[in-house]
């Protein structure tokens, strides 16, 4: 009798592997074509069955998904796909069939190195609720993130790869697309999938959707000659997900956002003035600065929010001067008589500013009162310190230092004494910012071959946590991007310490925003 029940266990055993080794096969496996995709299925695991079907008069997509959800590091959903390799572009209409499901029930725009579960990919999700976002899994089996667009339920929707960099566009039927701002650098290696998803984000429901319009090709097909136009995007990064979130992005250029005391604001420069954007998104508006027409990318805020420092070169040898004015706007005063100076950093206490100054054709780290008169030296070593900025408890001053042959982050009392050198690596690394709460260091880096803090790069924004005023632990990469000089120049950690402020830039093709 044992050997029997045993028998048919094992038997029963062999069938429940060959069901599951079937499911898994039907998702990575050619079924019947639809459209212009090659094959469809569910990949991963769902309770119920999805569907593909094409309306040749219509010329439409309908899927039909079930599947827990599309994040963390596994996915469940339903996906019709074509293989692909090269740069790719895919854009659809897109709109859910029926009322109510799951406020994160998801229809994608995806490109996927694979079709199993934890397989690195990019997606546009368009959410129920009208949340629509970049989302992104770097590597196989990794954490997924994602950039929130500032606009809800857009009715057209592209995800376009170009190199290494995929990217989400927007748009109403019928009209111009537009860049949403977000831009992931993730590599995909060799073919790859790229087609269209349905996640109930519910395993026990089944979601309907309809992609129509549906025009999937090489975005580089059409050769130009023209100039391509930058994109300029303020985005707020959560240190605790890393997940991003768009707060203003248009054709154009601007930097240097700074977050405000009340937490109400960012303040950046644009076209050599500065300008006030709420925290929710909208308009910005121009703060008189008075005679200072040309401010450059390093200004700031005093710690009581009431004064703003800022750099312009519009006076005198035309050479960047310091100066101070009320942060609602006002005839700005002079501090600094010497120049080049760049603003970088405020003492705790409000009456001191920390900033570089090229002397004598060195460039050194200079500390001034607030009243003005003369400048204090901090640095003499050979070649470039910059972006000197103090801890809160007001002990030390952080900043970077080319002096041991790459730029490395250090830090020294306020004094100048006490100089050592805090990150030791191969990249080069710029504009520490340490969080209000003293607990974290943010600094960007370029690759070991970029000299100087140029704009238009691959850079990566790092964070590693503080103790005792000192880095503490393994340094992390909070973000990648395109981006360099005006990306976070200056402070721009939130009061509260949880995110932090930054300037992504993209160089989009003419061609590009005639669809």
Request: proline share 5%.
């Amino acid at each position: 009798m044992g050997q029997k029940l045993s028998a048919r266990f094992a038997a029963g055993l062999l069938f429940l592997m060959v069901f599951a080794i079937s499911r898994i096969a039907l998702a990575q496996e050619p079924s019947s074509t639809v459209g212009i995709f090659e094959g469809h299925g569910d990949v991963g695991t769902v309770l119920h069955a999805g569907t593909s079907e094409y309306n040749s008069s219509k010329h439409s997509y309908t899927l039909t998904g079930s599947g827990e959800n599309m994040w963390s590091d596994s996915d469940n959903f339903q996906f019709a796909w074509k293989k692909w390799s090269g740069d790719a572009s895919l854009m659809a209409d897109i709109s859910f069939v029926g009322q109510g499901g799951d406020a994160h029930r998801k229809t994608v725009l995806m490109l996927r190195q694979s079709l199993e579960p934890d397989s690195a990919y990019v997606d546009v999700a368009l959410h129920g609720d009208g949340l629509t976002s970049l989302q992104y899994r770097e590597a196989k089996g990794a954490p997924t993130h994602e950039i929130q667009s500032n606009i809800s339920a857009p009715a057209r929707l592209r995800i376009e790869k170009r190199g290494d960099y995929v990217s989400m566009w927007f748009g109403t039927r019928g009209e111009r697309l537009q860049p949403a701002g977000a831009a992931m650098r993730v590599s995909f290696t060799g073919t790859f999938y790229v087609g269209i998803g349905v996640c109930s984000h519910d395993k026990d429901a089944i979601e309907k959707a309809v992609f129509s319009n549906v025009e999937l090709e090489d975005p580089q097909r059409v050769p130009t000659a023209d100039k391509p136009t930058l994109y300029s995007t303020l985005e707020t990064i959560t240190v605790a997900s890393k997940d991003r979130r768009i707060v203003y992005s248009i054709p154009g250029h601007f930097e240097a956002p700074n977050w405000t005391r009340d937490g109400a604001a960012f303040i950046f420069n644009a076209d050599g003035r500065i300008q006030r954007l709420p925290v929710a998104g909208g308009k910005p508006q121009t703060i008189d600065t008075g005679f200072a027409v040309q401010c450059n990318n390093d200004h700031g805020i005093s710690p009581d929010g009431k004064t703003l420092a800022i750099s312009d070169h519009s006076q005198g040898d035309h050479q960047s001067i310091i100066y101070l004015l009320p942060i609602t706007g006002g005839t700005p005063r002079r501090i600094t008589q010497k120049s080049p100076s760049y603003w970088h950093g405020w003492s705790p206490d409000g009456k001191t500013l920390a900033y570089p100054g090229q002397r004598n054709g060195e460039f050194d780290i200079y500390t001034i009162s607030t009243e003005g008169g003369e400048e204090k030296q901090l640095t003499t070593a050979i070649g470039l310190d910059d972006g000197p900025e103090y801890t809160p408890d007001g002990k030390y001053i952080y900043f970077n230092s080319v002096r041991t042959g790459r730029m490395q982050i250090w830090r020294m009392h306020t004094d100048g004494s006490a100089q050592e050198q805090v990150t030791s690596d191969d990249l080069n690394n710029w504009f520490p910012h340490i969080s209000p709460d003293g607990k974290w260091l943010i600094f960007l880096s370029y690759g070991k071959e970029v000299e100087g803090h140029p704009e238009n790069k691959d850079v990566i924004l790092r964070i590693a946590p503080l103790k005792d005023d000192k880095p503490d632990g393994k340094i992390e990469v909070l973000a990648k991007l395109f981006g360099g000089q005006g990306t976070i120049n200056v402070p721009s950690w939130s009061p509260d310490s949880k995110q932090l402020a930054f300037v992504s830039y993209q160089l989009i093709p003419k061609e590009n925003t005639a669809k």
